[in-house]
């Protein structure tokens, strides 16, 4: 008897893990713990109004970065283009800056300027932003 109680409960119990796991929960004693976005993490650390402004454009750079990372690495890690991880958001946005306005940074700028170009002001402070938060 005690036995199957321990199984009934062992089972319920990782019945009840799936599911919240699965739905973006951790499964915890006390109950349901919300387990918080890149974002939402963002948000808390950085609590300055202009923090913030970062964070609602994280979204927006997450999204861009897809097209910089075929060249500079999923985790920005550096490939055909150089490393962008560890730079600091002013370094990325003033080197955005300048093949956005198509002048010469290094020897290949000519294979940032077609990328650059198309980038807005926006998109530029977002890219900053995502890349010098999210990969250290
Ligand atoms: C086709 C490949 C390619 C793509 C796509 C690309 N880059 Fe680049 N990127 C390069 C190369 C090559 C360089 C070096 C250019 C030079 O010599 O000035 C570079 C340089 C840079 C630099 C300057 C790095 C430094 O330390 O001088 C930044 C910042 C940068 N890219 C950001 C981005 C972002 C953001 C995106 C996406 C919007 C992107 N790149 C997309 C190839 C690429």
Redesign the pocket.
């Known amino acids: 008897m005690k036995l199957l109680m321990a199984a009934t409960l062992i089972s319920a119990s990782l019945a009840a893990s799936a599911y919240y796991s699965k739905n973006d929960y951790d499964f915890s004693p006390v109950g349901r713990v919300h387990i918080e976005t890149e974002a939402e993490e963002q948000a808390r650390l950085n609590p300055t109004k202009e923090e913030n402004t970062l964070v609602a454009g994280n979204e927006l750079g997450k999204d861009?970065?897809g097209?910089?990372a075929?060249?500079?690495g999923a985790t920005a890690q550096g490939g055909?283009?150089?490393k962008?991880a560890g730079?600091d958001e002013e370094?990325?946005k003033e080197?955005?800056s300048k093949?956005k306005a198509g002048e010469?940074?290094?020897?290949?700028?000519s294979?940032?300027w077609g990328?650059?170009s198309s980038?807005s002001d926006d998109d530029i402070q977002a890219?900053a932003g995502y890349?010098s938060k999210t990969f250290k």
Do not use: D, E, R
Request: charged fraction near 5%; aromatic fraction near 10%; glycine fraction near 10%.
């Open positions: 861009k970065f097209v910089c075929g060249c500079h055909i283009g150089p962008l730079n370094y990325i080197k955005l093949y010469t940074v290094g020897a290949q700028s294979m940032m990328v650059a980038l890219l890349i």
